[in-house]
């Protein structure tokens, strides 16, 4: 790539269209329709393995020069959720399909940043980015910018300037949370005690998740937060939570737990005290990010709730590689994919296998 067309690349997309962006609290990507100037897929698609549909969708350089991608994620064994975007992301760029990839893991942002600076200095032509934290990210994507690398960001967006990236990737993840508030508010019950089991503080999954039920608990006096905690997207930590408002005697009947992970830790400690859980029972259960056992669980009706979130983003990341690499303008600098969410009550056979991850 020729480097010095990232600049105006980056001007063409700030100039081609005005957009609603998701803001410095959004993250993920639904498996629903997208736009379709980022490639948007069919029902067929995207039930398709991430692996078939990098070999459908990208294609090597007629010249035979490899593209350098550095790839910057969180940690894939964080979550079922990331190991397919790390799965998804490790079969687009492949030497195959015309790229040299490196690819960098941590949920920590001081990590991720030194892991870019390192990238800078490879002169990797793209830098990928799912960011840990959505601050601190302004110096080293100037640095990017001045060295002519194009950052793309994916599944989560930062608090930054968007001229120094090209395109952002991702779901809007306020409206994930509103989605599921909305929800849980259509339960109509009478009293709403809610255990809030939070992802690592601070990243956009994080914020989008939790700002919705706090501007609901704040404007309702029958919400009641009886703890609202960190887990850290982790099984094992959620369970202690619950378990510790189970042992102070503290009643509830929601749990709302940012990722589908923290929810089986949650239900596993409703399991141990023999408290009853999903539809008709004692306990609400909410998860996030559609993994197949999870959707399972609904269909089941042993939980209530899951939002979706979509983690094959990388056929959109080349698009718009593509286009950069062509010359061409971006019709699109935030690519917002929908979402929705499933009830227990009404999800199907089909919504697992066509959703689930």
Known sequence: MKKRTIAVMLTAAMAAVSLAGCGGSNTGATQAAAPAAAGGATEAE?????EEKAKEQAEAPADGELIKVGIINNDPNESGYRTANDADLKAMFTKENGYEASFAYSLKNDEQITAAQKFIQDEVDYLLLSAADTSGWDSVLQDANDAGIGVILFDRTIDASEDLYLASIVSDM?????????????????????????GVMGSAAQQ???????EKVAAETSWTLVTQQTAEWNSEKAQQIVQSVIDSGTEFNVIYAENDDMAKGAVAALDKANISHGVG?????????????????????????????????AAYIDEVIKKVEKGEALAEKVIIMDEKGFDATTITEDDVNNYGI
């Not at 995207?46 to 991430?50: M, S, V």
């Not at 989605?179 to 255990?195: E, K, S």
């Not at 998860?287 to 979130?309: I, M, P, T, V």
């Open 46 to 50: 995207k039930a398709e393995a991430p």
């Open 174 to 198: 306020a409206k994930e949370g509103e989605t599921a508030v909305n929800w849980l508010a259509g339960q109509g019950l009478d009293q709403y005690n809610i255990i809030h089991i939070q």
């Open 208 to 214: 989008g998740r939790t700002g919705a039920l706090d």
């Open 281 to 313: 029972k004692d306990v609400i259960v909410m998860g996030f990010d559609c993994n197949k056992w999870a959707l399972q669980e609904l269909l089941d009706q042993n939980w209530n709730y899951d939002g979706q979130c979509n983690p094959f983003q």
